[in-house]
C-alpha cells in the first residue's frame, strides 16, 4: 500500500505570503511613525513654522506669507539689533508674533516724530534698510527704559504695527524669544541674516 503524502508547500506559500505583507505593514508603520516623531521633534524643538496675517512686517515679510524661525539661535548667543524674532504676544500668549529688536536691555529709546533715538543721541537709528515708509508714521512716544534681560520690539511697517509702542507691558523678556526668523516662504523665499 502507497502512503499518501500530505503536500503543505500550498500552505507554506500561503503562509509566506502574509508573512511578508505582515513585514512591509510593520516597515512602512515603523516608517510612518519615524516620521512623525522626527517631524515634532524638529516642530518642537528645532524651529517655529508660523504664518504671517498682516503687514505689520511689510516689506521683509509680507501679509500671508510663511516663515521659518530657528529655536536654536539663541542658544549660545544673545539676540541682535535688527533680529526678526518669534515671540507669544504680550496681550494674548496665544498668539505669535514676528516682529524685529529695536532696542535692547539696558537702552533708554525715544521715539520722535517717527525717528528712534537711543541712550539720548542726537542722531536717529538709521533702520532705513527695511522700515516702510518712514514718513507715514510720524508720531511721538517714550521714552522707554528697556530693562536687562528685555528688548523693545517694533514692526517694519510703523504705522500698522501692533508692538512695543502700544503694549501694557512694552517689552519682551529674553526668555520668552521663542526663536530667529531665517527665511520667509510661500508668497516668495527670504534668506534672513
Given at each position: 500500500?502507497e502512503?499518501?503524502?500530505?503536500?503543505d508547500?500550498?500552505n507554506q506559500?500561503?503562509d509566506?505570503?502574509?508573512?511578508?505583507i505582515?513585514?512591509?505593514?510593520?516597515?512602512?508603520?515603523?516608517?510612518?511613525?519615524?516620521a512623525?516623531i522626527c517631524?515634532?521633534?524638529?516642530?518642537?524643538y528645532?524651529?517655529i513654522n508660523?504664518?504671517?496675517?498682516?503687514?505689520?512686517m511689510?516689506?521683509?515679510?509680507m501679509?500671508?506669507?510663511?516663515?521659518?524661525a530657528?529655536?536654536?539661535?539663541?542658544?549660545?548667543?544673545?539676540?541682535?539689533?535688527?533680529?526678526i524674532?518669534?515671540f507669544?504676544?504680550?496681550d494674548?500668549?496665544d498668539i505669535?508674533?514676528?516682529?524685529?529688536?529695536?532696542?535692547?536691555p539696558g537702552?533708554?529709546?525715544?521715539?520722535?516724530e517717527?525717528?528712534?533715538?537711543?541712550?539720548g543721541s542726537?542722531?536717529?537709528?538709521?533702520?532705513s534698510?527695511?522700515?516702510r515708509d518712514p514718513y507715514?508714521?510720524?508720531?511721538?512716544v517714550?521714552?522707554?527704559?528697556?530693562?536687562?534681560?528685555?528688548?523693545?520690539?517694533?514692526g517694519?511697517?510703523?504705522?500698522?504695527?501692533?508692538?512695543?509702542?502700544?503694549?501694557?507691558?512694552?517689552?519682551?523678556?529674553?526668555?520668552?524669544?521663542?526663536?530667529?526668523?531665517?527665511?520667509?516662504?510661500?508668497r516668495?523665499?527670504?534668506?534672513f541674516n
Open positions: 500500500m502512503k499518501e503524502l500530505y503536500d508547500t500550498k506559500t500561503e509566506s505570503k502574509w508573512s511578508e505582515g513585514k512591509a505593514i510593520k516597515s512602512w508603520a515603523l516608517i510612518i511613525i519615524t512623525f517631524a515634532w521633534v524638529v516642530n518642537n528645532l524651529i508660523a504664518y504671517v496675517p498682516t503687514g505689520s511689510e516689506n521683509a515679510i501679509p500671508n506669507d510663511r516663515v521659518v530657528n529655536r536654536l539661535a539663541y542658544f549660545n548667543s544673545e539676540p541682535q539689533r535688527f533680529d524674532i518669534v507669544p504676544a504680550p494674548d500668549p505669535l508674533y514676528v516682529k524685529r529688536i529695536i532696542g535692547m537702552e533708554k529709546i525715544n521715539i520722535i517717527g525717528n528712534v533715538f537711543i541712550d542726537n542722531e536717529p537709528l538709521d533702520d534698510a527695511f522700515v507715514l508714521w510720524v508720531q511721538s517714550g521714552p522707554f527704559v528697556v530693562p536687562e534681560g528685555a528688548y523693545f520690539v517694533m517694519d511697517n510703523r504705522k500698522n504695527s501692533r508692538d512695543s509702542r502700544s503694549w501694557q507691558e512694552p517689552f519682551i523678556a529674553r526668555d520668552d524669544i521663542l526663536g530667529q526668523v531665517v527665511f520667509r516662504y510661500f516668495g523665499f527670504k534668506v
